[in-house]
T-cell receptor, first 111, second 116 residues
Framework: GENVEQHPSTLSVQEGDSAVIKCTYSDSASNYFPWYKQELGKGPQLIIDIRSNVGEKKDQRIAVTLNKTAKHFSLHITETQPEDSAVYFCAASIGAQKLVFGQGTRLTINP | GAVVSQHPSWVICKSGTSVKIECRSLDFQATTMFWYRQFPKQSLMLMATSNEGSKATYEQGVEKDKFLINHASLTLSTLTVTSAHPEDSSFYIC????????????FGPGTRLTVT
């Protein structure tokens, strides 16, 4: 079955700098790749997603890139702010099948 | 759009009792909903997939007689933890798929269950 590896497990950046989180997946048939942000004590919030027919997608300060050949995708956050501090999860799925989540990255933005 | 609610947000119950958690999609219909369990500082663990009007599909190792799932309408799924024990204490989160076969899951805020 699908396996998703996420790195790093923790990331600390200065406010205003960029943050990058990377995920690799194992099943080449996967075609949907969402990213979730989870704040303490809350449910995950979908922040951006990408499908396999697109290489890059951007939404304001957040972007996701997908390399199907290498089977990896990345989340890029630019001009980081304190409110970006949270745990971020990547996931992958094949069509309507269940999402397989990465292990999560705890992002800390230092003022 | 794509708002999912859960009720209650937290619950404390005595060992041996049952607890029901509701998950509602507020502004869209969801043929498929999912139930997850999350331990502290860990990723989400899928417990089961529920499809409106049919029996839920449970992940390996999840006791279907202990975790009863009902998805009676396109906006409501319920999870009942029967004969709860302290080891069932956890953060339970539901999600709802927007559209059919899209894979887009929107999560509820979670329910913190403590069994004493």
């Amino acid at each position: 079955g699908e396996n998703v590896e996420q790195h790093p497990s923790t990331l600390s950046v200065q406010e205003g700098d960029s943050a990058v989180i990377k995920c690799t997946y194992s099943d080449s048939a996967s075609n949907y790749f969402p990213w979730y942000k989870q704040e303490l004590g809350k449910g995950p919030q979908l922040i951006i997603d990408i499908r396999s027919n697109v290489g890059e997608k951007k939404d304001q300060r957040i972007a996701v890139t997908l390399n199907k050949t290498a089977k990896h995708f990345s989340l890029h956050i630019t001009e980081t702010q304190p409110e970006d501090s949270a745990v971020y999860f990547c996931a992958a799925s094949i069509g309507a099948q269940k999402l397989v989540f990465g292990q999560g990255t705890r992002l800390t933005i230092n003022p | 759009g794509a708002v999912v609610s859960q009720h209650p947000s937290w619950v404390i119950c005595k060992s041996g009792t049952s607890v029901k958690i509701e998950c509602r999609s507020l502004d869209f219909q969801a043929t498929t909903m999912f139930w997850y369990r999350q331990f502290p500082k860990q990723s989400l663990m899928l417990m089961a997939t529920s499809n409106e009007g049919s029996k839920a599909t449970y992940e390996q190792g999840v006791e279907k007689d202990k975790f009863l799932i009902n998805h009676a309408s396109l906006t409501l799924s319920t999870l009942t933890v029967t004969s709860a024990h302290p080891e069932d204490s956890s953060f339970y989160i539901c999600s709802a798929e927007r559209g059919v076969g899209t894979g887009e899951q929107y999560f509820g805020p979670g329910t913190r269950l403590t069994v004493t």
